[in-house]
């Protein structure tokens, strides 16, 4: 433990744990065994890291959020798993980010993520970088998010469902199927309604790129033909590459299917 870091002489900090410098723990916070904390890192009052957990650097852990906890799985039986969290994300108040279980051992959350209050990330759930995930929103175990996803208040998202990258989900939606690369979805069931084209023009994506994109998306979503089909024919008329490419993929991926 760096004598470098800022201890509330409420805290209790596990011997074994590891703390880099400039780190600083508020008032009546916990850091259980083996927990390693980045450079800079700030732990707010009341938050509990149990065990197990690496918190990268620039990190802001908020007041009362609860890191590292036993997976809630009745199939977990107490083996070593981990909970990883990259640089500068920001985890906000009360959320709950459990451990993995033996299937893959950790849940990660990448860089730059924003959490916010009351989410839940369970286990085995993977976040890509750059990922707001706002208010009261909870996953269930083996969800994935790729980068730049942005998902809405107060949905919840059925386990192993897959959410792709750029993706914008609307706020109170029930997510059961895999959610597509560069789309925006919104219900209960939920619909597909379009590109988030705002995000990504936002991103810099190129308008050659939005334009490919976009006939894509009508082409699979708009015409008579169905799916299959219409999967197909994409291929045949457009070039696969690029994101184009990476969306038409991640379809034809979709072990439970795609919401549409």
């Known amino acids: 433990m760096s004598t470098a870091a800022e201890i509330h002489a409420t805290a209790i900090v596990d011997p074994d744990a590891e703390l880099g410098s400039g780190v600083t723990v508020g008032p009546h916070a916990i850091i259980g065994p083996r927990v390693?904390?980045?450079?800079?890192?700030?732990?707010?009052?009341?938050?509990?890291?149990?065990?197990?957990?690496?918190?990268?650097?620039?990190?802001?852990?908020?007041?009362g959020a609860v890191l590292g906890t036993d997976p809630q799985d009745l199939k977990f039986q107490g083996e070593e798993s981990w909970l990883r969290i990259g640089d500068r994300t920001q985890i906000r108040e009360y959320a709950t980010l459990n451990r993995g279980t033996s299937e893959s051992g950790e849940t990660v959350v990448g860089d730059d993520c924003l959490l916010m209050a009351y989410v839940h990330v369970a286990h085995d759930c993977r976040l890509g970088n750059r990922i707001i995930i706002s208010n009261a929103t909870q996953m269930a175990g083996h969800v994935t998010i790729d980068d730049w996803a942005i998902i809405s208040g107060l949905v919840a998202v059925h386990q192993f469902v897959r959410i792709g990258r750029h993706a914008f989900i609307g706020g109170l939606s029930r997510v059961a199927q895999d959610v597509a690369p560069f789309c925006r979805v919104s219900g209960n069931p939920p619909k597909i309604y379009g590109l988030n084209t705002v995000g990504l023009e936002r991103r810099g994506f190129p308008a050659e790129s939005r334009a490919a994109l976009k006939k894509a998306y009508r082409m699979l979503f708009h015409s008579e033909l169905n799916l299959s089909q219409a999967l197909v024919r994409v291929r045949e008329e457009l070039e696969m590459k690029g994101e184009v490419g990476e969306f038409i993929e991640f379809i034809e991926s979709s072990d439970r299917g795609v919401t549409f």
């Open 36 to 63: 390693r904390v980045g450079t800079g890192t700030e732990i707010g009052a009341g938050v509990l890291v149990e065990r197990n957990t690496v918190i990268g650097e620039k990190c802001r852990i908020h007041k």
